[in-house]
């Protein structure tokens, strides 16, 4: 049963976000899901942790918003997708140990390190690396350019979201992660994105000077 229990994970996940009841309200965190799967069994095959577990993981890891009710709900939907991971893991019977480490893992992806219940191994960090992996590579900045609508704004209000993006995400290269592979990746995200926007300021600062130039009498 183990040997096809992350393929079995994939047709479960995939059933509740794409349900045609949904109408398509969970395409992006479906689409999301296989990217972080992608991105955990890159750390898990990098760190000698165990590919397959890790796989089930990030596949079940945001299967929880599908029983949010409440935006309570939402910021902790890590508890509720620990729980039916638990219950998929259990119906498919895999591995006591292993379910434990996947569920655990689910469940602090969304909570603070100081609220853990307990200290959390490399693999059960590993979940929230490759989910904050994703979130902050290119699609998502694509996405969130797009919502910034730079095009059709002030060189100066440009510099400062420029600024504001780059402090962030400056403070973020402190956050811990639980291997040197997750550190690698998590740093070439954040080291993207922070030459992308210090670019992106160098411009409009020149335009900026030269709209005042072009304004002097
Ligand atoms: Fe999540």
């Not at 796989?55 to 890891?61: K, P, S």
């Not at 390190?113 to 690396?129: G, I, M, N, Q, W």
């Not at 290269?173 to 993207?192: E, H, Q, Y």
Request: proline share 2%; charged share 25%.
């Amino acid at each position: 049963m183990n040997q096809d229990a992350a393929s079995l994970a994939l047709d479960y996940a995939g059933s509740l976000f794409l349900d045609e009841a949904q109408q398509g309200k969970y395409l992006k965190r479906w689409e999301h899901t296989l990217r972080v799967a992608a991105v955990g069994r890159k750390i898990a095959r990098a760190e000698g942790l165990n590919t397959e577990a890790m796989t089930i993981a990030c596949l079940l890891h945001d299967i929880g918003y599908l029983e949010c009710r409440t935006d309570e709900d939402c910021d902790h939907h890590g508890a509720i997708s620990a729980r039916m991971a638990r219950r998929f893991l259990e119906i498919v019977g895999y591995g006591a140990d292993l379910t434990e480490q996947i569920c655990y893992g689910i469940l602090i992806h969304t909570e603070e390190e100081k609220e853990f219940p307990r200290p959390a191994s490399a693999f059960e960090l590993s979940v929230a690396d490759a989910d904050n992996i994703d979130r902050f590579d290119a699609w998502r900045m694509a996405s969130i350019l797009e919502q910034d609508k730079f095009s059709e704004q002030a060189p100066q209000r440009i510099i400062v979201a420029a600024e504001r993006r780059i402090g962030l995400y400056t403070g973020y290269k402190s956050v811990r992660v639980g291997t040197p592979t997750a550190r690698m990746l998590w740093d070439r995200c954040l080291d993207m994105q922070i030459c992308f926007y210090q670019r992106l300021r160098a411009q409009m600062e020149i335009t900026a000077a030269g709209q005042r130039i072009s304004n002097t009498p």
